[in-house]
């Protein structure tokens, strides 16, 4: 369950179109912080002197970078997906 799905739980009578628009704009945000952050980092560490063409190196380096990157992500939103499931939510807590 991601936040935005927590948040309207707890509004009671959401609009499904809008709730819907919410989420698909919260993963559009995320994305897009995603792939900036992998540009910054893969930039500093593979970039030496920009130029008019990328020698093989370079694009080598661009290419295990990005994968090294979505790699990782995807770990840790693996990881933290499992320890959330593996939590009482909220709801639960309130109920006992």
């Not at 369950?1 to 309207?8: D, H, L, V």
């Not at 900036?36 to 661009?62: A, N, V, Y």
């Amino acid at each position: 369950m991601n936040s935005s799905s927590s948040f309207f739980e707890g509004l009671g009578s959401v609009d499904p179109q809008l709730q819907s628009f919410i989420e698909a704009e919260t993963q559009r945000q995320r994305f897009q912080q995603l792939v900036h952050q992998m540009t910054e980092l893969c930039w500093e560490k593979c970039m030496d002197k920009p130029g008019p063409r990328l020698d093989s190196r370079t694009e080598s380096c661009f290419v295990n970078c990005v994968e090294r990157f979505l790699d990782t992500s995807q770990f840790i939103l693996n990881r933290l997906e499992h320890q959330q499931k593996s939590k009482p939510g909220f709801s639960e807590i309130l109920s006992d």
